[in-house]
């Protein structure tokens, strides 16, 4: 709902779900995740209507996200902001996929919830929050003005336009979580994206034959989920922990 709604300035709220082709409100029964569309076959039961696939693939991704967050995580409090981390970013993903937009309608309000939810997070869980919060937002800062550094210098360079500001604003909010853990793991996300980003759009590349846009949102995102996921490992690694 927030995928189809945000992007086109509508209400996530009201009115209910409803078929897009007749307009006939869906049922709760017709609402649950996965195995509704499954059961209807993917379509509408009022007018046969073929439900896209991209819904219960979203839910699907969404339950997975969940899942691995509490491998990751466990049984705690840090859980929580994570797990809804991840649906925010699935959300501007697919957007970012299909629209090359990232709202503001989603990053604004996510980054002023993610500088709330550190500092109480970090009184919460750690014996020095004053440190968690102040890594949480330094690396929140410093990986968008890198990223802004990054952007105008390929703009200046190349004359063309690379990365959005919407990448920028989506920056604060990953720096700040991944910081949070350890602002090392800044680096790492931005590795791990870069290379996400540069495997897909060689492949996308190879399969087009021509050069069109191509939103790295998502890699951003992506790069971020596999820094957190494997903190432990990396930090391991470089002798953090």
Known sequence: MVIVRVPSGESVLRPP??????????????????????????????????????????????????????LRFGASWELVPYALLFSVLLALSVIDLELYLLPNRITYPSMIASVVAVVVLSFATTDDPGRHI?????????????????????????????????????????????????????????IFASVFGLVVGVAVLAVRRESRPYPFGPWLALGAVAAILASDQILEAVGLR
């Open 134 to 190: 102040a890594q949480a937002l330094l690396s929140g800062l410093g990986y968008a003005g890198f990223l802004t550094v990054m952007l105008f210098g390929f703009e200046f360079v190349t004359k063309k336009q690379g990365m959005g500001m919407g990448d920028v604003k989506l920056a604060v909010i990953l720096g700040i979580w991944v910081g949070w853990i350890e602002p090392v793991l800044v680096v790492y996300s931005l």
């Open 17 to 70: 779900s409803k078929c897009p082709q007749c307009e006939a409100p869906i049922s709760p029964r017709d609402n649950i995740p996965v195995v509704s569309w499954v059961l209807l076959r993917g379509r509408c039961r009022s007018c046969g209507t073929e439900i896209p696939a991209g819904y219960p693939l979203v839910e699907l991704s969404n339950a997975v996200l969940w899942v691995i967050a509490g």
